[in-house]
């Protein structure tokens, strides 16, 4: 099969080509619970790009050569002689980890907790029954597969916030890009909060209003200020931060109010803030990381009736450099899909 393949990393993104379009071997079942999913559409990650980077390396041991792509739907091609409720054809999602369900992390539900391997930049992907969802009619695979990360992590920092959130109250998102125009959707289909969206990009800011957003602020260096100005100087009950990165966690952390919650999900920059700034604010910062299973079926469920909808970016599995140099310079928003 044909596969966009990691030779080499790349720690300052310079290079023309990041990934090479090889014939590698084609996936072969293996164990009873095994599925190989024809791919119907890879999501374009950031984290990806992290991967080229050579940041990954300390968290999870990639091997190289490596097939990224960890955002997949297609059509069963395949299945193991165990697998049941799924047959060949059937148009599925897949949850970006592979589990065994064995694990303490997977028997808590924690399937987020567990380890991956070879990605969906490839006409075919192995994985197992576990990792499946099947697809509602109204879905089809290329225009939900980023939902098995950018989706799946938007929704769960969303949907801690919802918790917690009440009419009259407010959230802020910082960035309205791939993760963000997700994260607000979500915001507006599960709390009743005004959604105040932060971007430096006019045109994330008019995505952002489409998607439900009631303030949008320009990132322009008087963000804060503007965003308690909205609050009546009192700053947002919860800030979701899907860039993580430069100036972003700082600006967050004032955008906060007091006993107020910060989720940050972008990553690449550091947390920085005096002890005592966290006992007199008495501020709660919660990490975030991709969604459970449980999860990625409620957003599906929220994708059937139209209550969430992805902007996606088309390019061919030949095309995979062009994806992720135009992620890399900000050229996409929304998200990019690799169709084989």
């Known amino acids: 099969m044909k596969a966009a393949v990691l030779h080499e990393f790349d720690e300052k993104l310079t290079a023309k080509e990041f990934v090479k379009f090889d014939d590698v071997t084609d996936p072969k079942i293996s164990r009873p619970m095994d599925v190989i999913v024809r791919i119907g559409g890879a999501g374009v990650c950031r984290t990806d790009l992290h991967i080229v980077e050579g940041i990954w390396r300390s968290k999870v041991d990639v091997k190289l050569p490596y097939i990224m792509g960890h955002e997949n739907a297609g059509w069963v091609e395949a299945i193991g002689p165990g697998v049941e409720g799924i047959k060949v054809g059937d148009s599925v999602i897949c949850h970006p980890l592979v589990t065994s369900g064995h694990c303490l992390a997977c028997r808590r539900g924690d399937d987020m907790h567990a380890l991956n391997a070879n990605g969906g930049y490839a006409q075919y992907l192995l994985t197992g029954q576990r ?7 109204s879905l089809a695979p290329k225009d939900v597969a980023p939902y098995t990360d950018a989706g799946l992590t938007a929704y769960r920092a969303a949907k801690k916030a919802s918790r917690h959130l009440l009419p009259g109250e407010h ?7 791939g993760l963000g125009h997700i994260g607000v959707q979500v915001l507006a289909a599960l709390c ?6 932060v971007d430096r990009a006019e045109q994330s800011l008019e995505l952002a209003k489409k998607c439900g957003a009631h303030h949008v602020v320009k990132a322009d260096g008087n963000e804060v200020e503007a965003v308690l100005a909205l609050t009546d100087g ?5 800030v979701i931060d899907f860039v993580g990165e430069g100036d972003a966690i700082a600006k967050g952390l004032s955008m906060t109010a007091n006993a107020g ?5 972008g990553y690449g920059g550091k947390i920085d803030i005096p002890t005592i700034d966290m006992i007199t604010s008495e501020k709660t910062i919660v990490g975030n990381l991709v969604g ?3 999860e990625l079926v409620e957003l ?8 969430v909808e992805l902007h996606t970016k088309e ?4 095309q995979a450099n062009d994806a992720l140099h135009d992620l890399h310079h900000g050229r996409i928003h929304g998200r990019a899909v690799l169709i084989p």
């Open 315 to 318: 390019y061919r599995l030949s």
């Open 131 to 137: 990792s499946l969802i099947k697809l509602p009619k």
């Open 292 to 294: 459970t299973y449980a």
């Open 192 to 197: 009743a909060a005004e959604i105040i969206v």
């Open 300 to 307: 599906m469920a929220l994708a059937d009736r139209g209550l």
């Open 171 to 177: 959230v802020v998102v910082i960035g309205a890009g």
């Open 234 to 238: 009192r700053g947002a009950e919860a």
């Open 261 to 265: 919650y910060y989720y940050i999900v």
